[in-house]
């Protein structure tokens, strides 16, 4: 079995090592996400022989292998994952794939790659082994490091404009990198976004999920929440976790924050930006995403991966609004392969590396 256990600080350089060999840049990838999400996804991982293994133990398009992320023999990788599934009477289903990973499942896993054993006698399945279910709202948005930073050219004429007006509001406005001295502006950040959206009703944040009342708690709340304790995660472990984030101030009052990891070298995700009150409504978000853009760009940053519109049609349409490089999509896909059958050997042992990007 894959020796699968909860993420560990310590286990980011290996997994690190391993998403970069794969090439792969989408948000689940990212170390932080890994590590700050693993209780409200139930994570598990794994490094093996070069690659870095996931189960998720969460619901819908959470729940499941992903692709193991390496570089070597990948037909090696899924045989692993496969044996494990029958070993643990786990589904044998993968999470969050993207469509060059999904082919290579399709190759692997192809229908005259399956033999039904019964000790003696093999025969090809008459169906499909695969199904594949598309969820849009999985999608990564990701972007040129570059044009987020200089918003060039008519496309962001609208953004330029938000700029400009945050400029004609406020007379002195600054981007201070996140430090241990100013981490906990950086959540009383978190805190009035939260006060915001919940209003006079909102009680004081906690991370404490073992509380009677959770169960009781919306699921928007409970979501909210879940976001809550990652942000107070990712500050309490900002340097382990590689992260890089910074506190926006407007005439000496703090009023936004955003946080990023690296996914691989030149690949960051945007994990948290919130502005507050009347600097959101003046362009604080224009503003905040493009100085911190600039910053990144100065790290050696070539894409911006600025994650998933979870279905939202408002985070939809602003995540459009920049115009992505690519939208990365992200397939479930279930495998209907009997445990009591195994995949063939022979032929179907594709390696993955490269830039997908390319």
Not at 120 to 149: C, I, Q
Not at 234 to 246: H, S
Request: charged letters at 25%.
């Amino acid at each position: 079995m894959i020796p699968f256990k909860s993420p560990e600080l310590n286990d980011r350089e290996a997994a690190a090592k391993a998403v970069a060999a794969s090439g792969y840049i989408g948000s689940d990838a990212s170390f932080a996400n890994i590590y700050l999400l693993r209780q409200k996804y139930g994570t598990q991982v794994a490094l093996q022989d070069g690659f870095l293994f996931r189960y998720y133990n969460g619901q819908g398009s959470r729940r499941g292998y992903a692709f193991p992320l390496g570089e070597g023999d990948v037909g090696a990788a899924l045989k692993w994952t496969a044996d494990d599934a029958r070993a643990t009477g786990r589904p044998l289903e993968f999470c969050l794939v993207d469509e060059p990973r999904a082919q290579i499942l399709r190759e692997y896993f192809n229908a005259n790659c399956v033999v039904e054993t019964d000790g003696f006698f093999g025969k090809e399945s008459a169906e499909p082994v695969l199904h594949f279910e598309n969820n849009r709202g999985d999608s990564d948005y990701v972007y040129s490091a570059e044009a987020l930073a200089t918003l060039a050219g008519n496309q962001y004429r609208k953004k330029r404009n938000h700029i400009s007006r945050f400029n004609r509001t406020y007379g002195q406005f600054e981007l201070q990198e996140i430090t241990a001295e100013n981490a906990g502006v950086a959540l009383e950040i978190e805190k009035s976004w939260l006060k915001s959206v919940a209003g006079d009703s909102a009680c004081e944040p906690t991370c404490d999920c073992a509380e009677a009342a959770w169960a009781e708690r919306s699921e928007n709340e409970k979501s909210r929440m879940a976001e809550y304790c990652a942000i107070v995660e990712a500050l309490e472990n900002f340097d382990a976790l590689g992260m890089k984030g910074a506190v926006l101030y407007v005439e000496g009052k703090a009023v936004g924050v955003t946080m990023a990891s690296e996914i691989a070298p030149g690949a960051w995700d945007i994990h948290f930006e919130k502005v507050i009150g009347e600097y959101a409504d003046n362009g604080g978000y224009a503003v905040i995403n493009k100085m911190f853009a600039q910053r990144l760009v100065a790290a050696g940053a070539n894409f911006i991966n600025r994650e998933e519109d979870i279905g939202l049609e408002g985070l939809r349409k602003a995540k459009l609004s920049y115009y992505p490089l690519t939208i990365l999509d992200k397939t479930h896909v279930t495998c209907r392969l009997d445990l009591h059958c195994h995949p063939c050997d022979s032929q179907c042992h594709p390696r993955e590396g490269g830039d997908l990007l390319d």
